[in-house]
């Protein structure tokens, strides 16, 4: 089996650990977007639509 790397665009895929079970996320400093509210308790994960930094619950 081959091995492959894919790149996922130009930014990393961020990882946010949180304990709470509703994030907003507003894409950080400097690479703002719209306020979102993102419900991590569903899933356990949840990865923002604007700027796929993925929220993960960590209790
Ligand atoms: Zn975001």
Known sequence: ???RHFLI???QMEK???SQERVSCSGGDYEGHPR???DVAKKGTVTCPYC???YILDL
């Open 36 to 38: 979102v509210y993102l």
């Open 1 to 3: 089996m081959k091995k």
């Open 16 to 18: 946010v650990y949180t």
């Open 9 to 11: 665009g130009k930014k």
């Open 52 to 54: 796929s930094k993925t």
